[in-house]
């Protein structure tokens, strides 16, 4: 079962669901969201880049992000996905993720963005 994150209901009551290739993309955010240390289980889980909001933007920022959120995604979710490459870019307040990966699955390609920090 394919649950929808951020957990919601449907129009009848029940947990809403969601397909599999958002399924996948609402697991690699989740990854790249949570810190480790914050899921009482999974001490190790996570990667910390909600964190960097709160850090100075650079280049080298965003170089030592890229090597840990693709390390991440491999550790956690190697099983699902097959990461293809991750670029991290800082442009002024922000930080611009690109995760490229294929589902295992279905053996399809998804390039998906993720927007950091001050998006005016």
Known sequence: MNLAFPYTFDSGGATARSDLSDH???MVEQVILTSPGERVNRPNFGCGTAQLVFAPNSDTLAAAQQQIIQSSLQMW???V???QGVDVAARDATLLITVRYLIIQTQQQQVEQFVYGDVR
């Open 24 to 26: 996948i993309r609402d």
């Open 77 to 79: 979710l190697s099983d």
């Open 81 to 83: 996905i097959r990461v």
